[in-house]
């Protein structure tokens, strides 16, 4: 039985939405919506809030997650993923950790299950998020997947898939091992990609994002029968 | 002065959402906003919907739009956008035809003004929207704009560029040319992109699409004051 752990990174410090791990997104605070969600898994797996902020600490605690204090070096603008996340491994021992963001409010429990039954079932050492998508794209302004001789239907475009990183997994002896030789541990070894549903990939970046994901989880409340114009 | 045509194609028996720019979406048809759009501009455009149906034309002209009756050999799910434009454009001299589609009901005012803009400013053949994105991305299942020897900030990433059909305009002697050559007239000529912000390019393809949409309108005219967690 693989031991996975999942690890929330959050800091207090975000720049262009200020404090928005501890601000309210449809009635419940940002840092939750994480938590929650790798609760409602049945398997038991320990949940860390990988933070510097000792008051977030004591707040994720009484919502059901652990406390891990993340040093203060590490908590900087400049500290990357994958130092804070090396720091942590090896406090924690186990076979997976899975990065699970604040910035996923639109996650689904059951598509977090499923990226845990592909752990379980996989024996990759990086688990990356994707969002598929089918059309038509340029890249260094030249067509990518199209041909500018015909337009076709986007569904037969050969797609590309986009990282979105709500939820990335690590075997943890690789990535410990590729970060102590300074390899980048955050693509390292057999790379797996699980796809997520595009209605629950955001970003958070700005305030319009916000405004977007908030919109999106307003609707999913919402059930409304069709109305249409008369003819 | 350039003289420039908006075309808005509208059928009733759209597939996946059925009836879909007759439904409502936050209080108002969806065939409506291509309109109300075109209209808030201050410069001289003529407006016509191009359907094969008789009610939505009656329809339509209520709002302020011109009907272009199209033929019913060019109203089923094989007709294509060339064939459909080449022969509205046959019908009506122009220098330019904006392709303004019903599914963009997240479009601003101010990005279709300016999309107008670029049409007058530029002697392209084309002129396609498209988002730009920098998110790391596979294709073909390698990556396409990054590493995986390193992990970059995202910001610094080289990005894709994906069309979104919300508006495309056309030189109409370009267009007419190249579809009498049997050539592809939708990407011919000299190709400009113009960039559309990303929370105004949306897809509504299926129900769960048109419920995103409807989130991000609902979010839009919603202001509201932040709200934290205390510490």
């Known amino acids: 039985m693989k031991k996975i752990i999942i690890m929330i990174p959050a800091r207090l410090g975000s720049k262009r939405i200020p404090k928005k791990n501890i601000r309210?997104?449809?009635?419940?605070?940002?840092?939750?919506?994480?938590?929650?969600?790798?609760?409602?898994?049945?398997?038991?797996?320990?949940?860390?809030?990988?933070?510097e902020d000792e008051r977030l600490g004591t707040i994720v605690t009484d919502m059901g997650a652990n406390f891990h204090r993340r040093p203060k070096e590490l908590a900087g603008d400049t500290a990357t993923n994958r130092d804070f996340t090396y720091e942590f491994l090896r406090m924690h021992p186990c076979d997976y950790v899975v990065m699970l963001n604040t910035t996923s409010p639109l996650l689904r429990q059951e598509t977090f299950g499923q990226f845990i039954d592909k752990i379980i079932d996989s024996d990759a050492d990086t688990i990356l998020s994707v969002v598929t998508e089918k059309e038509e794209t340029f890249y260094q302004g030249e067509p990518l997947n199209f041909s500018l001789n015909e337009k076709i239907n986007s569904q037969f475009l050969p797609s590309t898939q986009k990282i979105v990183w709500a939820?990335?997994?690590w075997k943890r002896d690789t990535f410990m091992r590729l970060q102590e030789q300074g390899e980048n541990p955050v693509f390292g070894g057999k790379i797996v990609l699980f796809e997520v549903p595009k209605d629950e990939a955001c970003d958070l970046d700005t305030e319009e994002d916000w405004?977007?994901?908030?919109?999106?989880?307003?609707?999913?409340?919402?059930?409304?029968?069709?109305?249409?114009?008369?003819?």
Do not use: C, F
């Not at 309210?24 to 933070?51: C, F, H």
């Not at 405004?211 to 003819?231: D, N, V, W």
């Open 24 to 51: 309210y997104m449809q009635g419940k605070p940002l840092i939750q919506y994480p938590i929650d969600i790798a609760k409602s898994d049945s398997r038991d797996m320990e949940i860390w809030v990988n933070t």
């Open 167 to 169: 939820m990335t997994g």
């Open 211 to 231: 405004k977007i994901a908030e919109g999106i989880l307003q609707s999913r409340s919402e059930t409304h029968t069709p109305k249409y114009l008369e003819l």
